[in-house]
Each structure stands twice: as C-alpha cells, then as structure tokens.
C-alpha cells in the first residue's frame, strides 16, 4: 500500500524556498519605501521653491511681518531659500537699488525638517529667487536618502526653472 504523503525533505525545501522569497520580497519593498520617501522629500523642496519664486515674482511680502522694511537705498529683492542639511527655510530679501545685491532678509516665513534618513549632500546652500521676471541664483542641490544611499539632484537654473534628476547612486 502507497500512502500519498509529503516527505520531510520535500516540506524542507518548500520551506527553505518559502523563506528565500519572503526574504527578498521584504528587501525589495524596503527598498520600494526609502525611494518613495526621498521622492515625496524632493517633492516637498521643489514645491517650497516654486512657492518661493511665486512670492518673489509677485512681489508677495509677508503682511505679518511688520520688522520687515526694504526703504531707502534698498528695494524688494524676491525671496531666499536656504537649504541646510537637515532643514530648509525661506524668507523675504531686501537688494540694494543700484547694485541690486541682497542686503539683508526678513523673518523666515516657514522652516521645513527633511525626515532623519534624508540629507542635503550639496552643504548649506541659498537660493535667491528675484522678483519679477528676473530669474535666480542657478544651483544644483542633491538631496541624499542615507537608508539606500540613492540621491536626487535639484537644479535652479538663471531664469528660475527648477528640475529635478532621476533618483541615482550617490557617488
């Protein structure tokens, strides 16, 4: 008589495979996460940028700011954003008439924190945006998920358009 039944070897190796599957399907979807994340963070700083040249353009002061004054010698000069490696903010600028160099900021109007496994590899950067339609300070900043070592680069070009890189190695 033949009984139908598994032997301990054959549940072994069901077993063994099992787990190597759930193994890599749970690396994979780790992986899937952190690339979301550093996503939805260079999201986050494009829009904050693109606010930022909005304001400036339109020559948007912040009306609660009432220390904030660009009289005499100096003018409205857009907006600036500074990129640390754990935060960002921005803030209203004053230039100067005839030089139209930045002379000084306002209060930041917004501070925004990148979660604890996203950093700015680029340094402390600041961006200018001018108001009008005269364009930015061009730069490029990467931005780095330390979980996957994977980044994604932000670029600000002279007249102002922001772009954004396909998340890569960081090197």
Do not use: H, W
């Not at 600028?93 to 209060?107: E, I, L, M």
């Amino acid at each position: 008589m033949k009984k139908n039944a598994f032997t301990l070897v054959e549940i072994l190796v069901i077993c063994t495979i099992l787990v190597l599957f759930s193994g890599t399907m749970l690396a994979g979807y780790n992986n899937f996460n952190q690339q979301k994340k550093l996503d939805k963070e260079v999201n986050q700083l494009v829009d904050v940028l693109n606010l930022a040249k909005s304001k400036a353009r339109a020559s948007d002061l912040n009306p609660a700011d009432t220390g904030f004054d660009c009289s005499g010698s100096n003018e409205f000069g857009g907006y600036s954003v500074e990129i640390n490696d754990s935060d960002y903010n921005f803030a209203p600028c004053c230039r100067d008439v005839v030089t139209k160099n930045p002379s000084g900021c306002g209060s930041v109007v917004q501070t925004y924190n990148f979660s604890s496994v996203i950093t700015n590899i680029s340094g402390s950067t600041t961006v200018n945006f001018y108001p009008l339609s005269e364009g930015a300070s061009p730069l490029t900043v990467s931005i780095k998920n330390s979980a996957i070592d994977k980044c994604s680069d932000i670029s600000i070009s002279e007249t102002g358009v922001i772009s954004t890189s396909d998340i890569q190695l960081c090197y």
